[in-house]
T-cell receptor, first 112, second 110 residues
Framework: EAQVTQNPRYLITVTGKKLTVTCSQN?????MSWYRQDPGLGLRQIYY???????DKGDVPEGYKVSRKEKRNFPLILESPSPNQTSLYFC???????????FGDGTRLSIL | RKEVEQDPGPFNVPEGATVAFNCTYS??????FFWYRQDCRKEPKLLMS???SGNEDGRFTAQLNRASQYISLLIRDSKLSDSATYLC???????????FGGGTRLMVKP
């Protein structure tokens, strides 16, 4: 089954404790991206990657890192999480470019 | 001003009703437009692309007005299962990013 898989689905953690949210797709897509969704602000893009080893900042990259060492994986790293990063996070992928993206199920992060 | 604006709703309509949503965008150089559907606490899913000439997919019709910089989504014969949040999405090639509106919530009641 074609899908985008995020882990974990839910995480409660504390300020400053490094965490990684994994994202994997099995559709051989070139384009992958991370979004956060907050009430009243909608979906905002954090980082995106056009292909392996190519990553670019989105609208709200501060406090986040990403890497794209393999085509299928695009982890999101929070080196020192803070409470303002409490949000619902989505990973997405598409064949090429940001159009017609497939989204993962989402990861709900709570930073205390 | 937000780049992509939508009325958040909620729009409460009875089954069988016709409902329309509008979405305005600020970047006149925007090139591609989409409607996504998002159920509560779920991931967004592509509903349909919006073409310049307008396009229809079953009970759903999408239209683009470049002069006034808005897109619309019309849902005919609403079903209970249409209850969701509808996200307007705009693509600007030079930025290579999608910009999402805040969504319009639709609730279809029996």
């Amino acid at each position: 089954e074609a899908q985008v898989t995020q882990n974990p689905r839910y995480l409660i953690t504390v300020t400053g404790k490094k965490l990684t949210v994994t994202c994997s797709q099995n559709m051989n897509h070139e384009y992958m991206s991370w979004y956060r969704q907050d009430p009243g602000l909608g979906l905002r893009q954090i980082y995106y990657s056009m292909n392996v080893e190519v990553t670019d900042k989105g609208d709200v990259p501060e406090g986040y890192k990403v890497s794209r060492k393999e085509k299928r994986n695009f982890p999101l790293i929070l080196e020192s999480p803070s409470p303002n990063q409490t949000s619902l996070y989505f990973c997405a992928s598409s064949l090429e470019g940001p159009m017609a993206q497939h989204f993962g199920d989402g990861t709900r992060l709570s930073i205390l | 001003r937000k780049e992509v604006e939508q009325d958040p709703g909620p729009f409460n309509v009875p089954e069988g009703a016709t409902v329309a949503f509008n979405c305005t965008y600020s970047n006149s150089a925007s090139q591609s437009f989409f409607w996504y559907r998002q159920d509560c606490r779920k991931e967004p899913k592509l509903l349909m692309s919006v073409y310049s000439s307008g396009n229809e997919d079953g009970r759903f019709t999408a239209q683009l007005n470049r002069a006034s910089q808005y897109i619309s989504l019309l849902i005919r014969d609403s079903k209970l299962s249409d209850s969701a949040t509808y996200l307007c999405v705009v693509y600007y090639n030079a930025g290579n990013m999608l910009t999402f509106g805040g969504g319009t919530r639709l609730m279809v009641k029996p």
